[in-house]
């Protein structure tokens, strides 16, 4: 576990470089909202989704190099997801990542623009480095569909809608995939396409990216709910009061944590086809599992 660690922040480091490429200069002017858009983007994240472009390429043999503005588009829409999910109006959270949320450093219409830009940056990127056309229509479907209403957005939406009083699993379980897997497969899948993978190789990311997604909303829920004084300094409180429905408190914790543990067996076992190769992404999604934060 050490290892993958280590792996992750030293490809982290080099996703943060490109990161400062892309995105416009503090000074450049409106200076306000860029830095705002800086701010959120530089704040201390996992990088997990585009790390997951990138080792999803590596597997099927791909650069890094070619993935590298695809990996960086993902990080933006992820992180405009989160200054939005952040805001008064959605989970109403102070902290993230132990930092005061955007709309509380900079205030609420610039974290909303914040996140609008970053949205529009994500595929002003992919249209501008992705080089193979092909490619980069491939990539901007795959993105566009994940991040909106039928992807993240609409499990936005579901989770802050009154939850049925019938079939709350799969209800649950399908606003988690929307809200949460959908960008994770995504990401999976766009290192395949940008590697030009073979079918086959893309349907195992595919399945990997949607397991591991799974699991991956689930384990943070647990995160939050056991953060009260805890590793985790954001407003679980918060986040408790609205209207809203997670596994710990369908399941409890303990059998989340089965659930999880289940839909991580599955991720793990979907690589089975890329032999060594995949070791990364294997220990990608135990990390998933054993996280603090
Ligand atoms: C948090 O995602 C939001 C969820 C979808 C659960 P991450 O835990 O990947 O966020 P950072 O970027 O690493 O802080
Ligand atoms: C939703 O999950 C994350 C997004 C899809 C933006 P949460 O609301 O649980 O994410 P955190 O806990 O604030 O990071
Ligand atoms: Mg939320
Ligand atoms: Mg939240
Ligand atoms: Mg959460």
């Known amino acids: 576990m050490t290892d993958i660690r280590e792996y992750l922040r030293e490809v982290g480091k ?122 980069a229509q491939r990539v901007i479907l795959e993105l566009s569909a994940a991040a909106g209403s039928r992807g993240m957005v609409g499990g936005q939406a579901l989770d802050i809608s009154e939850p049925p009083q019938k079939e709350k699993e799969e209800y649950l379980r399908c606003v988690h995939e929307m809200k949460t897997a959908s960008l994770i497969t995504a990401a999976t899948r766009c290192g395949a396409i940008v590697a030009e993978a073979s079918p086959e190789d893309f349907q195992a990311l595919s399945l990997y990216g949607r397991n591991l997604g799974l699991a991956f909303q689930i384990t943070d829920d647990i995160l939050d709910a056991g953060s009260r004084g805890e590793a985790l300094d954001k407003n679980a409180a918060n986040n408790q009061a609205l209207p809203g429905l997670t596994y710990p408190a369908l399941y409890g914790v303990k059998e989340s944590r089965r659930i999880a543990t289940e839909l991580i067996e599955k991720a793990v076992s979907a690589l089975g086809k890329f032999g060594q190769e995949a070791e990364q992404l294997r220990q990608i999604a135990e990390f998933v599992l054993a996280r603090e934060s």
């Open 14 to 135: 080099r996703i943060e470089k490109s990161l400062q490429r892309y995105l416009p200069a503090q000074t450049e002017f409106p200076e306000k909202i860029h830095e705002a858009m800086r701010y959120s983007v530089f704040a201390g994240g996992k990088r997990l989704r585009p790390f997951l472009v990138l080792e999803s390429c590596r597997v099927c043999g791909g650069s890094e190099g070619s993935a590298m503005p695809v990996a960086c588009a993902f990080e933006l829409v992820h992180t405009y997801s989160l200054i939005h999910d952040d805001l008064p109006a959605m989970d109403n959270d102070d902290f993230r990542r132990g930092l005061p949320t955007s709309h509380r450093k900079f205030g609420e219409a610039t974290a909303i623009l914040a996140g609008d830009a970053l949205l529009a940056l994500a595929f002003n990127l992919l249209a501008r480095e992705v080089r193979e056309p092909e490619i």
